[in-house]
């Protein structure tokens, strides 16, 4: 029997150190965490106050920082500096599909260069073999962009590659497209990872059904809307509805708790919590009702 390796998809004002930490307390089942990507000064350099969110430690879930750029030396420099920091490996984004990335060629942006792609690989695993895994999607405008970089990551010591299986163009939105997934698993020689859109554990056996030998996922959305997502997964399982409800209860205070040391001010505190609501609530049956007063009293507290 395969074992299943689940992954907590970055996503940046979600999944930052104090969520992993908490999550990592309340939760079980997820093997690793990719981290948003690295925001940095001067290119090549992690802010100091962001440098904790890179750390890594024994007795918290694994991470893979993650970076985005194009230029292969800031790529290095940063990827040493997340070593330094006790990683094994860093995450290249190839799959970010905000215009601000993809208007200068960064993530999604860079996935029909595939020219530019070469040079990067060429330079980054000649100075850093065996240490870059990359996320991506199928394209920026259309599906079939991802065919011409297959044969380049073949050719390079790459440990594991992601596929989202959607366009940038149809940023989270649309349906994932199985077809082009399947086809591009099929064709690459490296470890594949699915993500996409696994929100309740019949959906993830349904695709287990799709993809038998697959046997590395990653969940982003639906774990945040039912952290015991992954715990289920591994299980085989779903949670009892009051069970669930407790233990979300209990993992939102102490979220609540630990930001409120972090954040200066009412107002930062509020906008985080609704953040995670936005998720949280899909959990439960009156969700949509606490989450419209959650942000009500934001606005609220902000006028
Ligand atoms: C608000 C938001 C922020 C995200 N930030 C990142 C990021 O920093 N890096 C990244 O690779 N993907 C990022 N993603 C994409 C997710 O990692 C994931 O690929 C996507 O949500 C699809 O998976 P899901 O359907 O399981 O959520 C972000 C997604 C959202 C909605």
């Given amino acids: 029997m395969t074992i299943t390796k689940l992954y907590m998809a970055p996503v940046r004002g979600i999944t930052d150190i104090i969520y992993r930490n908490v999550f990592h307390k309340h939760f079980s089942g997820i093997d690793t965490a990719i981290t948003p990507f690295i925001t940095t000064v001067h290119g090549d350099q992690i802010k100091s106050s962001q440098k904790e969110e890179f750390i890594s430690n024994d007795n918290l879930i694994p991470i893979i920082p993650q970076i985005i750029g194009k230029s292969p030396s800031n790529f290095i420099t940063l990827a040493k500096t997340v070593f330094d920091l006790g ?3 860093a995450n290249w984004n190839l799959g970010c599909p905000y215009p601000t990335m993809t208007k200068k060629r960064c993530g999604a942006g860079l996935i029909a260069h595939a020219d530019l792609v070469d040079q990067f690989l060429d330079t980054v695993c000649s100075a850093i073999p065996n240490r870059i ?3 991506v999607r199928l394209g920026l405008l259309n599906r079939d962009e991802l065919e011409n970089l297959i044969p ?18 149809q ?3 649309g349906v994932v497209d199985l077809e082009m997934f399947e086809l591009y698993k099929e064709q690459l020689l490296i470890p594949v990872i699915y993500n996409g859109d696994i929100t309740t554990l019949d959906h993830f056996q349904k695709l287990k059904a799709r993809f038998p030998n697959l046997n590395k996922w990653m969940l982003g959305r639906g774990l945040f809307s039912n952290p015991m997502l992954a715990q289920e997964i591994k299980r085989g399982v779903c949670t009892d ?5 407790e233990r979300i209860i209990k993992f939102s205070d102490e979220l609540l708790c ?3 040391k972090r954040l200066s001010g009412d107002t ?12 949280l609530h899909q959990c439960f ?3 949509k009702k606490i989450y419209k007063q959650l942000k009500k009293s934001l606005t609220t507290n902000l006028h």
């Avoid at 380049?152 to 163009?169: D, M, Q």
């Fill in 133 to 135: 895994s990359i996320k």
């Fill in 152 to 169: 380049l990551f073949n050719r390079y010591p790459i440990t594991e590659i992601t596929i989202h299986p959607r366009t940038g163009k």
């Fill in 87 to 89: 990683n094994a490996e």
């Fill in 171 to 173: 940023m989270y939105g």
């Fill in 241 to 245: 509805a009051a069970e669930r409800t």
């Fill in 285 to 287: 049956p009156q969700g």
């Fill in 258 to 260: 630990c930001y409120r």
């Fill in 268 to 279: 930062h505190l509020m906008q985080k919590m609704v953040a995670h609501w936005e998720y």
